[in-house]
């Protein structure tokens, strides 16, 4: 059953894995676990290097729990993009209220849309949208970033800073929005009072 969940997934894509690399996968403890074996999959069909497949395949069987293995899903995007871009937009996605849009990200890290374009490509499995607010698509990816990123406090209060620094430059629906759950988390009481 879970052998037939995975050819048919990937036919979605007009991807195929031989049938070694599928045994592999779904004798794999950490398949049990529908989501994990999603995320697998949607990993393995954004993989460019077929040559390289099976080592990508046994980097993600290699963590013995959910935990590990969204761990190493964030370590492969650092790879990737690097840990300070992947941290800063993943961190400030976390602190938010509901989400954050295209346009605040870009605003408050000054990364380069094309950069941004390029992560969001990748990482977009991960992430849902509504109303033009990008979030977590579900808690395993949320709680690693907090895990990963967002345990000292320091970091996580910085990133509320700049979410209100940047909200705070206009009085529209979403710094009304945001602003006072920034400002209680902060402990900004004066601020949440004024904005009331």
Aim: charged fraction near 25%; hydrophobic fraction near 35%.
């Amino acid at each position: 059953k879970r052998r037939q969940l995975v050819t048919d997934y990937l036919w979605l894509y007009r991807k195929k894995l031989t049938d070694a690399q599928i045994e592999r996968i779904v004798t794999d403890k950490q398949s049990e676990n529908t989501l994990v074996l999603k995320t697998l999959l949607d990993e393995l069909i954004n993989y460019g290097v077929f040559e390289k497949l099976d080592k990508r395949i046994d980097y993600y069987l290699l963590p013995d729990t959910i935990e590990d293995f969204y761990q190493a899903l964030l370590q492969s995007y650092e790879d990737d993009f690097g840990k300070d871009f992947v941290k800063q937009i993943l961190s400030l996605i976390a602190v938010s209220r509901s989400g954050l849009s295209e346009d605040e990200i870009l605003a408050i890290t000054n990364y380069k849309q094309l950069y941004w374009s390029q992560f969001y490509c990748a990482f977009a499995s991960h992430l849902n949208a509504k109303n033009g607010l990008f979030y977590f698509s579900h808690r395993y990816v949320q709680n690693a970033v907090w895990s990963r990123y967002l345990d000292k406090t320091d970091w996580e209060h910085s990133c509320r800073m700049a979410i209100i620094e940047e909200m705070s430059k206009d009085n529209n629906i979403r710094a009304y929005a945001e602003l006072p759950y920034q400002y209680e988390a902060v402990g900004d009481y004066d601020s949440l009072y004024h904005q009331f």
